[in-house]
């Protein structure tokens, strides 16, 4: 196995933020005598990303996401632990490591707002030092894997979300980093747009072997992309693997799905499972693994059933149980 | 080491660039700064000319002399428009809207692109005037410069310059911890009027502090009096002194901003 | 009944005017640090009273140094508390289209504006209170106390300098609707404000050819003369308070008009 792109040992990040009461005597106290809290948001990570990964960051709002991904990428120190990422420490920010990684977010945007994509991209080729007729090849090849033709012409003010953001990507890539940092990529966009830089990812990192780093809101994002998911919670890495295996572990139960001839009360149905949903003649229940066959035998022995699925619960609501019962 | 200065120079060239055609997109622009260039200009004679009085003097110094100071003053007024005010007032809308962090990563120094990324044009009718301001009152005093004096009085502006741009950069970067005085730099602006006018013109106290706190006598005196071939060493001295230590003094607060941002910023 | 439905009128007038003020006076106070800065900012004066004590020119214009320092001291306090910065915050509003949401309220918007400024005036008080402090410990023969009489002629003169100067930026601001600098004519006007308004200059050391020209413009008005009431020098005060009249009397109708008519072009643009 090659050497880690990407190693974290003990990663922790601690914040102190000033603790003012509100009101006018909070704010009195707080000009004589500051009083400061510490906020730890990211404790202890371990990880290594091998070069050529696509691993998505999972976690809540606060869970230190966005905190690791700037730790990563050099923007923020880490109070405790260690971070190597193409073999340079970030925090140094060197000019060999910053020509190596990229930074998208799906908040904010680096491309100027008054110039078509194309002025920006000649700014970026000279402040990355690409020869401009190398730069020219290359986007031409990014605008052909993007779907963007004359969208680079135009102010990007003019472009809709979507397109902006596959410009933003193409400014960012446009120096063949070896390291992708995305924060939300897909960020309110529509469904076409998501799916269209979806299959962009994909194929960027089967083409250029590029390792990509990704935070995502959208369970979509993940499962589309990312065979590996680190999920982040209260600033733990609670699991490192596979989404297949996040799921086994997050439910012991698999949901079933009934469509009966007849309406029944609820009470009928308990005892076989949690209960999620019923409403008129459709039934859905959480049954664990491991009572699976033996309760579906008794609800198809019992009831007469029209219809019958069986599958897992949604990976949001499974993750959004966790943070429910932890947070 | 050349690839590098190539590359700082072809950044320099593109920021320049992509800064101009953004800002042509508003003609009416040209012809309300010169219009606005011409209309203090004016003003600023009117008041020069009342001030002087019937023995047209000013401070001692000569109407003409004066004429050559109000013209240094808009020379670096010019040069606030077209390269400081551009550049520096951004850094507090970099830190609010967190595109300081795309800046921080990108393989060109920090202080660099925040120093020269754009160029306004707007600026140029007032570096326009004042040099035709200087050069016409230079040519009225009949003396000629020797060449030793004019590159004297060269990097003495240039020095003016650099202390001008590290007074901005320093109250600019301010707006790392405080965002919410982000229009200091505004008030340097209006505070620095006080240029216009030569300091021996002030009271004995202001004159202290416009040499010791808000260094004014730097940016336009003693540069006019080089061109008026009166310089007088220690004040040189002084200048190049103050404007090299001030530059590295940006350096060193800049990398202490820096260090603040990122251990702070979440 | 008629009495009456005037007097509800009043009383929501009133009812309005106490809200918007509140509101924006608590706004106001979240911005302190940088109204503090804006007001110092306005020392100007402060510096040009320095030039022009040690000057030829004003003691070829019979000016005293206590008079000169009278005077720029009370045009530094009335452009402190008639500084106008409409055009700024309404061009941004109106590009935006943040003027949209207001333009649904039955409120007409610019009373808001109007109302911000008064409440960005209040807050301003103790930084100049402070300033003047400052200025009187460098310089303690400066300070002079007013009579009550001229104090209140004083903050009367410079509340109408005031709303003369907002009626003069209203119309400039209204060119909003149609261009997208509307800001940048107002850096034109700032230029005859500067120099004819006796803000850089007294008017007695005026050529008397270009001093009648500029008592012909409304600026002498602005600065002038609520400095001169403030510093006790001798004034027409009646003649003084229906110059600034009449002005307003020119520039409120004419503002009325560029509303109505901005109005329906930005409506029609798509509001």
Known sequence: ???????????????????????????????????????????????????????????????????????????????????????????????????????????????????????????????????????????????????????????????????????????????????????????????????????????????????????????????????????????????????????????????????????????????????????????????????????????????????????????????GGLFRQQG | MAHRVRRYWRSLLSFWATSMEAELEYQLNLVIELLAVLGNLAGSLFVLVLLAGPSGELGGWSWNSALVVLGIYTLLDGFTSCVLQPNLSKIVSHVQNGTLDFVLLKPIDSQFWLSTRSFSPWGLPGVVAGVALIGWALARTGEALSLGGLALALALLVAGALILYSLWFFLAGLSIWFVKVWNATEVLRYTLVAGRYPISAYPPALRVVFTLVLPVAFLTTVPAEALLGRASTAWALGSLAAAAISLVGTRLFWQFALRHYTSASS | MARRSVLQSVQRAMRIAAALLSSQYAYMLEYRAEIALWALSGVLPLIMLAVWQGSDGAAAAGLTPQGLGRYFLAAFVVRQFSVVWLIHVFEEDALQGKLSPQLLQPLQPLWRYLAAHVAEQATRVPFVALMLASVVVLQPGLLWLPSPGQLLLGILAIQAAFVLRFLLQTLVAMLCFWSERAAALDRLLLIPYLFLSGLVAPLESFPPAVRRIAEYTPFPAMVSFPAKLLAGESVEVGAGFLNIALWCAVLFPLSRLLWRAGIRRYSAMGA
């Open chain 1, 1 to 319: 196995m090659s050497a880690p792109i990407v190693l974290a040992e003990g990663l922790s990040k601690s914040f102190r933020v000033a603790d003012k009461q509100p009101g006018f005597s909070g704010t009195l106290r707080h000009l004589l005598r500051r009083r400061y809290r510490d906020v730890e948001a990211v404790r202890g990570l371990n990880f290594t990303i091998q070069p050529g990964e696509v691993v998505g960051f999972l976690g809540p709002n606060g869970a230190g996401k966005t905190t690791t991904l700037k730790m990563l990428s050099g923007l923020i120190h880490p109070s405790a632990g260690r971070v190597e990422v193409a073999g340079c420490l970030p925090q140094r920010r060197q000019e060999r490591f910053l020509q190596q990684i990229t930074l998208v977010m799906g908040n904010r945007q680096q491309l100027i707002w008054d110039l078509p994509p194309l002025d920006s991209l000649r700014v970026n080729a000279a402040v990355y030092g690409i020869d401009p007729i190398e730069a020219k090849r290359r986007i031409t090849e990014l605008a052909d894997m993007l779907e963007l033709g004359e969208e680079l012409h135009r102010p990007v003010r003019k472009l809709s979300l979507g397109q902006r953001m596959k410009a933003e990507l193409l400014a960012a890539l446009l120096h063949q980093p070896a390291v992708l940092f995305l924060d939300e990529p897909t960020l309110g966009l529509d469904v076409n747009a998501q799916a269209r830089v979806r299959d962009f990812l994909a194929n960027y990192n089967r083409r250029t072997g590029a390792t990509v780093l990704l935070t995502s809101h959208y369970m979509g994002d993940i499962t589309a992309l990312c065979e590996r998911v680190l999920l982040i919670h209260q600033g733990h890495l609670f699991h490192d693997g596979s989404l297949d295996a996040l799921t086994s572990r997050l439910a012991p139960c698999r949901e079933v799905r009934l469509e009966l001839r007849q309406v029944h009360p609820r009470e009928a149905f308990e005892g076989f499972g949690t209960i999620e949903a019923q409403q008129g003649h459709q039934v859905r229940l959480l049954i664990p693994r491991e009572q699976l066959t033996q309760q579906v035998g008794l609800l198809l022995s019992r009831f007469e059933v029209v219809d019958l699925e069986v599958s897992d619960p949604p990976i949001e609501e499974l993750i």
